[in-house]
Each structure stands twice: as C-alpha cells, then as structure tokens.
C-alpha cells in the first residue's frame, strides 16, 4: 500500500505576484505590515512604560540604569516584534481547521540561505551593540583619591529585619540616613546575619550584604527628597518589612543635622 504525502493547495497567484519581489508577495508583505504595526506600538511602549514604572531618577546611576532598560528595550522591539507578527499571521490564517491532521508543509526553513544569514547576522549585530554597551558601562569611575572632596562615609549594616547606619565620625542614626544633595557618598555594607540586599531604589544602588565582608557602593544624589530602602534579597520571614527611609537635603540642612546629632549624643 503506498502512502502519499498531501500538501496544502497553492495560494492563488497573479501576474502581478510574478513580477514582484518575494518579500512584496502574501504572505510575506502580510506578516510585514504586522511587524511594522507591533514595531510601533513596542516602541511607544519603551519610551514611555519603563521611566514611568522606575520613576524619577535621584542620581546620574539611576538615570543610566533607566537609559540602558530603554534603549535594551528599544532593541529588542523589533525582534519581539517579529515573533508576534508571526504568530498572529499563523493563529488567523495559517490555524488548521478541521478533525483531520495538518498536511505537510512544502516550505522548510531550513535551507532558506537569505533567512539564515539575515537571522545570523541580525543576532551578531544586537549581540556586539549588547557587548559594546556593557563594557562602557562596566568602566570604573572615578576612585576615591581622584575625588577633590571626599565622600560621606556611611555604614550599613543588615540584620533580620531592619537597616541600621552609622557614620564613622560618631553620629549614630538608627534606622533613617541623611544625606547631603550633590555630595558623592561611599555606603560601606555588611551583614549581621544572613546575605541582604541593600537598595537605594531611586538612586538605583543595589548592592549584597554579606556576613564577615564589607561590599562598598558609591552614588550621588542630585535632588533632595526621601526615596525608599528596602532589602532586595530574601532573608526570612518578614523580608516584606525590611524597609526604611533616606532623606537627602541641602548641605546647609545636613550641617544643623549633624550638629543636632552632636548635641543628643553629648
């Protein structure tokens, strides 16, 4: 008995399909206004979505951070893009009806040298943009000894559930930091028990509390208000509550705030 193989009927054609190039020929030019469509609507979205969940940026780091998830964002669109228009095309037109098994298809990807190198080298191309940026971004800035002014220092120190701070010059705060806008600060952070993670979320400092070891991050504010800590890493039970406040005020407010602290622990 000889099985044979039945394969979908051809698309009707025309002589105008015949003079055109293939990607201008349905299905092709079909799934290309689809993609063109979703490419617009992505970057709408990476434009305006990411600053609006992060919020307003309150140092440069936090503003790099939401310039890169833009523009990774933007990148990516197009490629998304793709592989929603295609399955939008094949869930609408390409779907199989019916009880019976799909025929064959007669059109294999593979093979197809145009679509390989195109893929091959889109992916190259988003790849080296992916690796250029992050090795500018990686680049150390500038130390400590380079600083004319040297930073605030501040403590951090983690601990089943709360952030505590000191300074090294004396003054104690318990549970609130102040911090002076426009000066460059050096958190140096540890752990008393268990790994934490201590993030500055508008400032966008996030960096391991480790027992034993004390990891440094360095930011500076640019405005002043009060942004969120909070641990980013779990820790037990009332992770959820690991939270605080920092408060970042001009330099004449972080003086009489110092000296208020002076005068309490004298």
């Known amino acids: 008995m000889t099985i044979t193989e039945t394969k979908p009927p ?36 990476a434009l305006i979505v990411p600053y609006r969940l992060m919020g307003d940026p309150a140092s440069s780091t936090m503003q790099e951070i939401e310039t890169t998830f833009t523009s990774f964002t933007l990148l990516a669109a197009p490629v998304a893009a793709m592989v929603f228009a295609i399955c939008t095309y094949s869930i609408v037109v390409w779907r199989h009806r019916g009880t019976e098994p799909p025929p064959a298809t007669d059109h294999p990807v593979r093979g197809n040298t145009r679509l390989e190198a195109a893929w091959v080298l889109g992916s190259a191309v988003l790849c080296l943009v992916l690796l250029i940026w992050g090795l500018v971004v990686i680049v150390p800035g500038p130390s400590e000894a380079d600083s004319a002014t040297p930073p605030v220092v501040v403590d951090v120190t983690g601990q089943q559930w709360v952030w505590s701070f000191s300074y090294p010059d004396g003054h104690q705060v318990t549970d609130t930091p102040y911090l002076p806008v426009g000066q460059r600060v050096l958190f140096r952070v540890s752990s008393k028990d268990v790994v934490h993670s201590f993030w500055i979320v508008e400032m966008g400092v996030k960096i391991d509390a480790n027992p034993g070891e004390t990891t440094t991050a360095t930011v500076t504010p640019f405005k002043t208000g009060v942004f969120t800590i909070r641990c980013a890493e779990l820790c037990g039970v009332y992770h959820a509550y690991m939270q605080t406040t920092v408060h970042v005020v001009s330099q004449a407010d972080y003086a009489d705030w110092l000296a208020s602290t002076e005068k309490a622990a004298s």
Do not use: E
Not at 11 to 26: H, T
């Open 10 to 45: 051809a698309p009707p054609s025309s002589d105008d399909d015949g003079a055109r190039p293939g990607w201008l020929r349905p299905p092709i030019s079909t799934i290309l206004v689809i993609w063109a469509a979703y490419t617009a609507l992505l970057v709408v979205f």
